[in-house]
């Protein structure tokens, strides 16, 4: 848990980023999509997620076009356990599953904004294959669509991918059986090392289909 505080200040410098940027972002139209959810707890949530749940730092996934039912299962797991945060598992207690559910179904209908991240080709590349072996039945990729329960990975932030995967590792989140056999079997054969390309995978927007010559 040594990382704890490390995430934490992380977060809260994301936060600070995100105040500046987001009053810059006042004057945009008001989105249509939100009158069918209380436009306040939208407000809410964009504070820390970003414009249209498109967050600008690293440490704050976006929530933008994730599957509703992902959205959903996930804000009760915050609720009701099995999934570890640092600010998510408080912060639902203000609101009813019902609420909860109306916020997923508004986010999963915002369009996901892909941002730039500095990647390490050579990883990426490796990661895309072990992302093929491992994980993309469930989770799809550029070109084909996760399963309904399963959040894209794809052009996600890299800290946060990271530290959620570290979570599972530990065991202070739970994923469904399946999902932590993959897991399992790509650190006994792949170590650290492979977790780091996949991570770096994710960050890329289209990875190269051949690696680079030497
Ligand atoms: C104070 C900042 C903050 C606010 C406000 C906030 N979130 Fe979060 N959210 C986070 C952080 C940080 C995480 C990562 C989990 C954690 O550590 O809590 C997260 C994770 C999530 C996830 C999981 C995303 C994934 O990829 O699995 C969802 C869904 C989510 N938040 C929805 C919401 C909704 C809906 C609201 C508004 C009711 C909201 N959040 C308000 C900071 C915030
Ligand atoms: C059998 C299907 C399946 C496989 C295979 C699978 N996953 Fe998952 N994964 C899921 C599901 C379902 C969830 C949502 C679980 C939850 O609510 O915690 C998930 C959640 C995640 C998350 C959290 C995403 C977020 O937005 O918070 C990450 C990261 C992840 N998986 C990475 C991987 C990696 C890396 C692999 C390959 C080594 C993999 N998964 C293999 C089904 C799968």
């Given at each position: 848990m040594?990382?704890?505080?490390?995430?934490?200040?992380q977060?809260?410098?994301?936060?600070?980023v995100?105040?500046?940027?987001a009053?810059?972002a006042?004057?945009r139209?008001?989105?249509?999509a939100i009158?069918?959810?209380p436009?306040?707890?939208?407000?809410?949530?964009v504070?820390c997620?970003?414009?249209g749940?498109n967050?600008?730092?690293?440490a704050?996934?976006s929530?933008?076009g994730?599957?509703?039912?992902?959205l959903?299962q996930?804000?009760?797991s915050y609720?009701?356990?099995?999934?570890?945060?640092?600010?998510?598992?408080?912060?639902?207690?203000?609101?009813s599953d019902?609420?909860?559910?109306l916020?997923?179904?508004?986010?999963?209908?915002q369009?996901?904004k892909r941002?730039?991240?500095?990647?390490?080709?050579?990883?990426a590349?490796e990661g895309?294959?072990?992302?093929?072996?491992?994980c993309?039945?469930c989770?799809?990729?550029?070109n084909?669509n996760p399963?309904?329960?399963?959040?894209?990975?794809?052009?996600?932030?890299m800290d946060?991918?990271?530290w959620?995967?570290q979570?599972y590792?530990?065991?202070?989140?739970q994923?469904d059986a399946e999902m932590s056999d993959a897991l399992?079997?790509l650190?006994?054969?792949?170590?650290?090392?492979g977790?780091?390309?996949?991570?770096?995978?994710y960050?890329s927007?289209?990875p190269?289909?051949?690696?680079?010559a030497?």
């Amino acid at each position: 848990m040594s990382r704890y505080p490390v995430r934490f200040s992380q977060w809260l410098f994301g936060l600070a980023v995100i105040f500046v940027t987001a009053s810059a972002a006042d004057d945009r139209p008001p989105d249509p999509a939100i009158s069918s959810v209380p436009n306040l707890a939208v407000q809410a949530c964009v504070t820390c997620h970003g414009p249209g749940g498109n967050s600008q730092a690293g440490a704050i996934p976006s929530i933008a076009g994730l599957p509703r039912e992902y959205l959903r299962q996930v804000l009760r797991s915050y609720r009701y356990g099995g999934r570890f945060s640092t600010i998510m598992g408080r912060l639902v207690q203000a609101y009813s599953d019902e609420q909860l559910d109306l916020l997923a179904d508004h986010f999963s209908q915002q369009p996901f904004k892909r941002h730039k991240q500095r990647v390490d080709w050579d990883r990426a590349h490796e990661g895309r294959q072990l992302h093929r072996l491992y994980c993309r039945e469930c989770h799809g990729d550029v070109n084909r669509n996760p399963k309904p329960g399963s959040p894209r990975l794809n052009g996600r932030w890299m800290d946060y991918i990271r530290w959620t995967l570290q979570d599972y590792l530990l065991g202070i989140s739970q994923a469904d059986a399946e999902m932590s056999d993959a897991l399992a079997r790509l650190v006994r054969r792949h170590g650290e090392q492979g977790l780091e390309s996949l991570i770096q995978y994710y960050g890329s927007a289209r990875p190269p289909a051949a690696p680079a010559a030497e």
